[in-house]
């Protein structure tokens, strides 16, 4: 099989280096013995490789003496024609062995319109997609991240799920499937493994134990966390191609419409001091150009500017750039963001969510005009040319004036940051609001697609300035986003069988605008709701 | 400033490995190495490193070039010493040398490139096909490209061709043109064997 992936199906694919592992700190071990775990990210290698979650995971994993751990990620079109064409099942990064030969198999799920390149991992893999179908000789199948906060629509096909963090959770499902593997009697299915998997805090195993009374796991103390210092560093360009450092997991703030800050509880810090030896250490072993300090809100974590100072101090002669995204505009401070960007120019980031403050109080978005026009101001002043902001529509209460505010909002910035900096740019960014499970919101009613698409055309008639640039979210990626993330959008709708039509009408990619064909998508929700 | 000169072997997995994605490769190299290297002046500061003619995808190499410019001295030694650690596998540096900082650039001096082709069937009859024609037309982008002035000398043994083509600012032949060339005879591998 290795020559003729080599030989015959790399060469004759795009972005080949997409498939071949070996890079710079990816660990090859040998499979003997070993629980041999797989970890998949269901969309392309740039993607998958940007997620820290996977690779803290995979740090976790491979440093076990009992456990091996490989990645997957989802091939493109060309790939998984070539792959058919030669009769190749899908195959691990690291060592090229067929995926169907690992013991468990980990999604990590962080985007619903990944659903349909999750089932064509499996399919690709000659694993049965139904896990009624499939027996104790497959691979354990589980999922995790943040789409596990609505987990039902995924009930048919997965085995397990992790509720919440996983680090923890990750070594007692694999001590667990040792224990049953090592039994004198192995079982021809995966059952007393299920058992004994639905005993342990966090996990959802349909059929074994009730969702409502499965809690989330929480890493109580993130200092106890082994974070990964020597990262993977891939050959290629990925989506966030830089050391990811940790600094918080939660949020203070209580958006209403927040998800990950609804049900990351309680907040939670990496010590100031580990941040900083992290970020010196990840750097040393990768050769990073740029560091990035995440979490959901930067300027809460209570010692940032000592951080990103000692960082700047550190890394400015090198010209390693220190990033801080998830900044309010309120906490934004000139002289730090000129500590921060001595080296390369990056875009900032802020995100009023909407035009008026009488919708971001009814969100609870703790933000007034005069913080955004002020913290604006200053990024522009101390030499920053592009600001990018965040908008959502369909909020719960949106009037037109709301919508008008996004403009008037938009307008008096590029105004006043002009003012300051004449090649001051800004990019719009809206997306459409989805009532998330798990949120305070998650009641309320998401609008319709004509909706969205009306709200998008008057932004995009009337947001005309020459230095704004308006981006949006397609209307129908959002309104499938919905159905799977909403207990309110696809109530009654049996998402699973909707979600299976689609995937074998050939929806793939569907977070992909070339490759999203809503009509398909359409065909499978119009088929299952004449049942009901 | 300081101009030191890299011979490296590129194999293995990294002929899958582009240009781009080489040239950023190297610049985490030099970082992981912590070398002195210089940086441009400007907007977003960058290593000073240059590259010889960029090699086709899929392809590997026994004589890739690159100048690493330093801002202190060290000895080549060092230097070699220093990338060696930390260099990954499908890499093997030849030689480093410090060569002096006026000298042209690397993709100014060189003119040919010579690439060694082990083919599936006899290549001997093809081989002197292309020697005995005078042109040899290939499509890029719509356009017609006489591709025979290209090529300066084929020698061929067994399966083995070696093929000296141009490579240089006026026009090189590409690595899909250079295997459409003994398409008939199937290609086992092609490799780039030297560049002078």
């Known amino acids: 099989m290795h020559d003729l992936i080599r030989d015959k199906i790399l060469p004759a694919v795009s972005k080949p280096a997409r498939y071949i592992g070996n890079e710079l700190n990816s660990i090859h071990k040998g499979h003997k013995g070993m629980v041999k775990v797989a970890l998949c990210y269901p969309d392309t290698y740039e993607i998958g490789m940007s997620n820290l979650g996977l690779s803290i995971l995979y740090h976790l994993i491979i440093k076990r003496e009992d456990a091996i751990c490989e990645r997957v990620f989802s091939p493109w079109p060309d790939m998984e024609a070539a792959m058919k064409e030669h009769g190749v099942p899908l195959f691990s990064l690291e060592s090229w062995k067929p995926i169907k030969d690992f013991d468990i ?9 990944t659903y349909t390149n999750m ?27 943040a789409c596990t906060n609505n987990p039902e629509p995924l009930s048919d096909f997965i085995d397990a799920f992790v509720l919440g963090d996983g680090e923890e959770v990750i070594r007692e499902i694999i001590d667990a499937y040792k224990s ?10 995966h059952t007393p493994l299920l058992d004994n998997l639905s005993k342990i805090d966090g996990v959802y195993v349909p059929d074994h134990n009730e969702l409502k009374n499965v809690k989330r796991r929480t890493v109580k103390d993130l200092n106890s966390i082994d974070y990964p210092a020597k990262p993977i560093v891939p050959f290629i360009e990925v989506v966030h191609d830089r050391a990811t450092i940790e600094i918080m997991r939660g949020c203070p703030r209580r958006c209403s419409f927040c998800q990950a800050g609804t049900v990351n509880k309680p907040v939670r810090l990496v010590d100031p001091e580990k941040v900083v030896a992290l970020a010196k250490e990840t750097i040393k072993n990768t050769g990073f150009e740029e560091v990035s300090l995440v979490s959901l809100s930067s300027c809460d974590y209570p010692r940032i500017w000592e951080v990103a100072n000692e960082l700047g101090k550190a890394f400015g002669p090198k010209r390693i750039s220190v990033s801080l995204p998830s900044m309010r505009p309120d906490s934004f401070r000139a002289d730090i963001a000129k500590e921060l960007q001595n080296v390369r120019k990056s875009g900032i980031t802020l995100a009023p969510e909407a035009g008026t403050q009488r919708l971001r109080d009814h969100i609870h978005k703790d933000l007034t005009e005069e913080n955004i026009l002020s913290s604006i101001g200053n990024a522009f002043a101390s030499g920053a040319n592009s600001v990018k902001l965040y908008f959502m529509i369909g909020l719960p209460t949106e009037t037109e004036e709301d919508l008008a505010g996004i403009v008037a909002l938009s ?76 207990l309110e959008a696809g109530r009654g709708l049996p998402m699973a069988k909707i979600l299976l039509d689609a995937f074998e009408a050939g929806c793939r990619f569907d977070n992909w605008t070339e490759h999203f064909d809503y009509c398909k998508w359409e065909v499978a929700i119009a088929a299952h709701k004449d049942q009901i | 400033m300081q101009r030191i000169r890299i011979k490296y072997k590129k194999g293995g997995g990294l002929v899958f490995i582009g ?19 210089a940086y441009s002046q400007g907007y977003n500061p960058r290593q000073k490193l240059a590259f010889g003619p960029p ?7 026994d004589c890739e070039y690159l100048d690493i410019f330093l801002e ?15 260099l990954m596998p499908g890499i093997e540096i030849l030689g480093v040398t410090s060569v002096f900082s006026g000298m042209p650039s690397i993709s100014s001096s060189i003119k040919t490139a010579v690439y060694e082709i082990k083919t599936v069937k006899d290549p001997s009859k093809k081989a002197q096909e292309i020697l005995s024609t005078n042109s040899i037309i290939v499509v890029r982008k719509e356009n017609q490209m006489d591709i025979r002035p290209m090529i300066k000398k084929i020698g061929f043994s067994g399966n083995t061709v070696n093929i000296e083509v141009r490579c240089d600012n006026s026009g090189s032949i590409k690595g899909s043109e250079l295997k459409g060339l003994f398409k008939e005879t199937g290609i086992a591998s092609i490799k780039r064997t030297n560049l002078f």
Not at chain 2, 72 to 80: I, N, Q, T
């Open chain 1, 105 to 113: 198999l980990g999604f990590s799920l962080q985007h619903e319109l």
């Open chain 2, 19 to 37: 240009h781009l994605d080489m040239i950023r490769l190297w610049e985490r190299a030099v970082r992981r190495g912590e070398l002195p290297v």
């Open chain 2, 72 to 86: 202190k001295w060290a000895s080549a030694e060092k230097v070699k010493a220093d990338l060696e650690l930390t």
């Open chain 1, 119 to 145: 089932l064509n991992i499996l399919k690709l893999s000659d694993i049965p997609l139904k896990r009624k179908e499939r027996t104790g000789g497959h691979p354990l199948i589980i999922a995790g991240g």
């Open chain 1, 180 to 189: 049953c593997r090592d039994r004198p009697q192995p079982t021809p299915t």
């Open chain 2, 55 to 61: 090699l086709p995808l899929g392809m590997a190499s």
């Open chain 1, 411 to 486: 307008n008096r910035i590029i105004k006043e940051g002009k003012t300051v900096n004449p090649r001051a740019k800004i990019t719009v960014n809206v997306s459409t609001f989805i009532p998330k499970k798990n949120t305070p919101f998650e009641n309320e009613k998401m609008i319709s697609l004509d909706k969205i698409q009306k709200k998008q055309n008057y932004l995009k008639q009337n947001l005309r300035h020459k230095s704004i640039e308006l981006r949006w979210h397609k209307a129908e990626m959002s309104v499938i986003e919905g159905l799977f993330s909403s």
